[in-house]
């Protein structure tokens, strides 16, 4: 079945680290997109990407960095620049169009947690 | 520009009543409109979406909304609630053209035995 496989489901950083989240798809869609999500805050917008090697910033993205080396792969780090990382964060992506017809397709997160 | 308002930000109701979760939308131009489903640590799944075509639209498990020009709203709405609809539901917008979509705050539905 194809999907976004997001790895680890849990993680732990400690103060000072970086850490990098993993977002892997097989639906051979070309965007990727990663979120993070805050109680009652809805979903903000870090990064997106349109096309291998090549990448936007979002709303947020100060205190993170990403790379698209390959259309299956858009994985997140989360710097020490970060200050308050602790969040769920979502990777997606959409197939070929545009995504106001398509939607997009989410991963099942990963919560990362500083202590 | 755009932005979306999740009227409420919990909903309890009783098994077999009905729900509505209420959303409404601000946009420039003709919206596209989704409505998504979160379980707890999981991610999202797209209920059903409105890209102007009919304005009632149905989806998944029983849902549907209706897209409402003059009152800027897309309700969702479901006849007889279960108890697997307990969850967090996303109302969200973007425009054509646009790669950002934009989030409401979410609505929490509490389903009472």
């Known amino acids: 079945d194809g999907g976004i496989t997001q790895s680890p489901k849990y993680l732990f950083r400690k103060e000072g680290q970086n850490v990098t989240l993993s977002c892997e798809q097989n639906l051979n869609h070309d965007a990727m997109y990663w979120y993070r999500q805050d109680p009652g805050q809805g979903l903000r917008l870090i990064y997106y990407?349109?096309?291998?090697?090549?990448?936007q910033k979002g709303d947020i993205a100060e205190g993170y960095s990403v790379s698209r080396e390959k259309k299956e792969s858009f994985p997140l780090t989360v710097t020490s620049a970060q200050k308050n990382p602790t969040a769920f964060y979502l990777c997606?992506?959409?197939?070929?169009?545009?995504?106001?017809?398509?939607?997009?397709?989410f991963g099942s997160g990963t919560r990362l947690t500083v202590v | 520009a755009q932005s979306v308002t999740q009227l409420d930000s919990h909903v309890s109701v009783s098994e077999g009543t009905p729900v509505l979760l209420r959303c409404n939308y601000s946009s420039s131009y003709s919206p596209s409109l989704f409505w998504y489903v979160q379980h707890p640590n999981k991610g999202l799944q797209l209920l059903l979406k409105y890209t102007s075509a009919a304005t009632l639209v149905k989806g998944i498990n029983g849902f549907e909304a209706e897209f409402k020009k003059s009152e800027t709203s897309f309700h969702l709405t479901k006849p007889s609630a279960h108890m697997s609809d307990a969850a967090e539901y996303f109302c969200v917008v973007t425009l054509f053209g646009n790669e950002k979509l934009t989030f409401g705050t979410g609505t929490r539905l509490t389903i009472i035995p």
């Open positions: 990407s349109q096309i291998v090697n090549d990448f």
């Open positions: 997606a992506s959409r197939p070929p169009g545009q995504g106001n017809i398509h939607g997009y397709t």
